[in-house]
């Protein structure tokens, strides 16, 4: 699996560390590259992009508290970016949601649990419940045309 990563400088040191937990998976990393600040939009949407062109199978993103960079993804027409706070999170994220890009809050995470969510989000599947696959349905209907 080709996992595309991204983080503002507050989510920096968590990256590097995650990145050598992460060691099973083909990682791209798309910035940014230091503790130096920098503004999260353009690393959040860099990565939404790939997981869009299929450069990538999933996509991580993670800033201080995660809501930014999750705003930022959604804002990217295809993009379902689910921000996790924990284990349960991680399965709905994928059963219910079907999400291709999982947000994180480094000041909230150690790279060591955030690991362990990214593994129950990957070895979860898409459940097959038609009400799931019609909210999906609504959300992208709404991308297109603002109604429901």
């Known amino acids: 699996m080709r996992i595309g990563i991204a983080n503002d400088h507050r989510a920096y040191n968590v990256k590097e560390e995650l990145k050598n937990l992460l060691d099973d998976y083909d990682i791209v990393d798309y910035g940014c590259y230091s503790n130096e600040r920098i503004d999260y939009p353009k690393y959040a949407l860099i990565l939404s992009n790939a997981v869009i062109n299929k450069e990538v199978d999933l996509g991580i993103v993670m800033c201080g508290t995660g809501i930014g960079v999750s705003i930022a993804c959604n804002k990217v027409k295809g993009i379902r970016c689910a ?19 999982i947000a994180f809050g480094a000041q909230s995470h150690s790279a060591e649990e955030i690991k362990e969510m990214i593994e129950i989000f990957i070895n979860s599947t898409f459940l097959s419940d038609p009400c799931y696959k019609i909210r999906i ?8 045309t603002n109604e429901y």
């Open 137 to 144: 349905e609504q959300v992208e209907k709404y991308e297109e």
């Open 83 to 101: 921000k996790i706070d924990n284990k349960d999170e991680a399965k709905s994220a994928k059963e219910h949601n079907d999400a291709n890009i």
